[in-house]
């Protein structure tokens, strides 16, 4: 038998069906188990996004819808045909300096594509006005001059349908980024979430850089010092407002600014605390409805318009907020992690706290706190859907818009929870490399 083994001759049958069974793969020998999770759920996923994409237009219309396509090019006038076939389409927004390739797109009640003209090529000059000019009327591939920033083209068609202007700018690089810079859907999701966790990050260290502080320190350290930069405070007050001299206001002034002085080694961790309790104790929808309108009209009012955070500032300004508690929770015990003789050796060679929390402590915690750091990463992807409560374009408001439109709610939400599905499987990929890079040799 083992010259047969040596000899090369195949293993038995029956000890494969084994195999295969200890490996709980009843009657199957391959290894399922060397295949990566993330794998199967992303072919399974493919399978069916591409079955559903290739047997159904109205998949690839909702995602289309959803991640704002196309990129190259964007509809600039839209009028209905007259019943006796006659269009004409004035440009909305005045058209910058520069050269345009315009058409015509016919589309149905349900905005599908029925004709489409040839291509319109004009060219707007320096310093043209915003006003009415003779509408074109014929097609042209070599550049027209216009004497307008909103020029108007005009035409005849089949009565009973709508024509969209296009301006196509396929061949702009520069162009193409700035559309998808500002595209809805896909593109604003991942404009909040990562411009939103940037925030929450810089928040959350902050923040959990003061709840590893002394709860309890001696309030008599340097407090003659402290006192006397109060009364600096104070003196700075009343000269910047004079209303304030009264004897009731002075009086409050020089209380509240010395009992803060005389409290402030405290205020760290106390102001630190209490908003991690308050703010992890609030549901993100209520701290995304009371920044979308209650915050943000507020401010507007005071300013007299001059600080408006409606649309993405206050999704944004919400969302960091709201994950700023999370992820600073996630640094405190990262850095509470790290044993307290680094703290104590560091100390001991002559660096101060920050020099030694900058050097020693935040490079070791970063290691520990990228998983969870991760995970919350991808949880305010997917809280980011509850900005469409403040009218936000994003992928959730885009896909009930194109609900609306077509009523065709299973294809819709089909749509948008593929969509969630793939961004989070390429972000858990994204951290799972991450980790794996960071890691320390033998983790």
């Given at each position: 038998m083992?010259?047969?083994?040596?000899?090369?001759?195949?293993?038995?049958?029956?000890?494969?069906?084994?195999?295969?069974?200890?490996?709980?793969?009843m009657?199957?020998?391959?290894?399922?188990?060397?295949?990566?999770?993330?794998?199967?759920?992303?072919?399974?996923?493919?399978?069916?996004?591409?079955?559903s994409?290739?047997?159904?237009?109205?998949?690839?219309?909702?995602?289309?819808?959803?991640?704002?396509?196309?990129?190259?090019?964007?509809?600039?006038?839209?009028?209905?045909?007259?019943?006796?076939?006659?269009?004409?389409?004035t440009?909305?927004?005045?058209?910058?300096p520069?050269?345009y390739?315009?058409?015509?797109?016919?589309v149905d009640?349900?905005?599908?594509a029925?004709?489409?003209?040839?291509?319109?090529t004009?060219?707007?000059?320096?310093?043209?006005?915003?006003v009415?000019?003779a509408?074109?009327?014929q097609?042209?591939?070599?550049?027209?001059?216009v004497?307008?920033?909103?020029?108007t083209?005009?035409g005849?068609?089949?009565?009973?349908?709508?024509?969209?202007?296009?301006d196509?700018?396929?061949?702009?690089?520069?162009?193409?980024?700035?559309?998808?810079?500002?595209?809805?859907?896909?593109?604003?999701?991942?404009?909040?979430?990562?411009?939103?966790f940037?925030?929450?990050l810089?928040l959350?260290?902050?923040?959990?850089?003061?709840?590893?502080?002394?709860?309890?320190?001696?309030?008599?350290?340097?407090?003659?010092?402290?006192?006397?930069?109060?009364v600096?405070?104070?003196?700075?007050?009343?000269?910047?407002?004079?209303?304030?001299r009264?004897?009731?206001?002075?009086?409050?002034v020089?209380?509240?600014v010395?009992?803060?002085?005389?409290?402030?080694?405290?205020?760290?961790?106390?102001?630190?605390?209490?908003?991690?309790?308050?703010?992890?104790?609030v549901?993100?929808?209520?701290?995304?409805?009371y920044?979308?309108?209650?915050?943000?009209?507020?401010l507007?009012?005071?300013?007299?318009?001059?600080?408006?955070?409606?649309?993405?500032?206050?999704?944004?300004i919400?969302?960091?907020?709201?994950?700023?508690?999370?992820?600073?929770?996630?640094?405190?015990?990262?850095?509470?992690s790290?044993?307290?003789?680094?703290?104590e050796?560091a100390?001991?060679?002559?660096?101060?706290y920050f020099?030694?929390?900058?050097?020693?402590?935040l490079?070791?915690?970063?290691?520990?706190v990228?998983?969870?750091?991760?995970?919350?990463?991808?949880?305010?992807?997917?809280?980011?859907s509850?900005?469409s409560?403040?009218?936000?374009?994003?992928?959730?408001?885009?896909?009930r818009?194109?609900?609306?439109?077509?009523?065709?709610?299973?294809?819709?939400?089909?749509?948008?929870?593929?969509?969630?599905?793939m961004?989070?499987?390429?972000?858990?990929?994204?951290?799972?490399?991450i980790?794996?890079?960071?890691a320390l040799?033998g983790?």
């Amino acid at each position: 038998m083992a010259s047969d083994n040596a000899s090369g001759s195949p293993p038995n049958r029956d000890l494969v069906d084994v195999s295969a069974r200890r490996r709980g793969r009843m009657g199957l020998a391959i290894p399922w188990e060397n295949v990566p999770w993330w794998a199967l759920i992303i072919l399974i996923v493919g399978v069916f996004v591409g079955y559903s994409a290739l047997t159904s237009t109205r998949y690839v219309d909702a995602l289309s819808f959803i991640f704002d396509l196309p990129w190259t090019r964007d509809v600039i006038a839209r009028d209905e045909v007259a019943e006796d076939g006659t269009w004409s389409l004035t440009v909305w927004s005045p058209l910058a300096p520069g050269r345009y390739t315009l058409f015509v797109e016919f589309v149905d009640e349900e905005t599908k594509a029925v004709e489409r003209s040839a291509d319109y090529t004009i060219e707007v000059p320096e310093g043209a006005p915003e006003v009415e000019a003779a509408p074109i009327t014929q097609p042209s591939d070599t550049p027209v001059l216009v004497n307008t920033s909103t020029p108007t083209i005009a035409g005849t068609a089949k009565p009973g349908s709508d024509a969209l202007l296009w301006d196509d700018f396929a061949g702009q690089p520069l162009r193409i980024l700035t559309r998808m810079a500002t595209a809805n859907g896909v593109l604003l999701t991942l404009r909040v979430t990562l411009v939103g966790f940037a925030g929450a990050l810089v928040l959350g260290l902050v923040v959990g850089l003061m709840r590893v502080s002394n709860r309890s320190p001696d309030l008599t350290v340097n407090l003659w010092r402290r006192l006397l930069i109060g009364v600096v405070v104070i003196v700075l007050i009343w000269v910047l407002r004079p209303g304030w001299r009264g004897l009731g206001s002075m009086a409050l002034v020089v209380i509240g600014v010395e009992a803060v002085m005389f409290l402030l080694p405290a205020m760290p961790y106390t102001i630190s605390t209490i908003y991690v309790e308050v703010v992890r104790g609030v549901p993100m929808l209520v701290i995304i409805l009371y920044m979308g309108f209650a915050i943000t009209p507020a401010l507007r009012t005071a300013t007299d318009g001059a600080v408006d955070l409606r649309g993405v500032p206050a999704a944004v300004i919400g969302l960091s907020f709201g994950y700023g508690a999370y992820l600073a929770e996630v640094f405190r015990a990262g850095i509470q992690s790290v044993p307290k003789g680094q703290m104590e050796a560091a100390r001991s060679l002559g660096m101060g706290y920050f020099q030694a929390m900058r050097h020693i402590i935040l490079p070791q915690a970063i290691r520990v706190v990228l998983p969870p750091l991760g995970n919350d990463f991808i949880s305010m992807l997917k809280d980011s859907s509850l900005i469409s409560v403040i009218a936000l374009p994003e992928v959730l408001q885009q896909g009930r818009l194109w609900i609306s439109r077509n009523f065709r709610a299973f294809e819709g939400y089909n749509s948008v929870m593929m969509t969630y599905l793939m961004l989070t499987l390429l972000l858990s990929l994204l951290v799972r490399s991450i980790e794996r890079k960071t890691a320390l040799p033998g983790h």
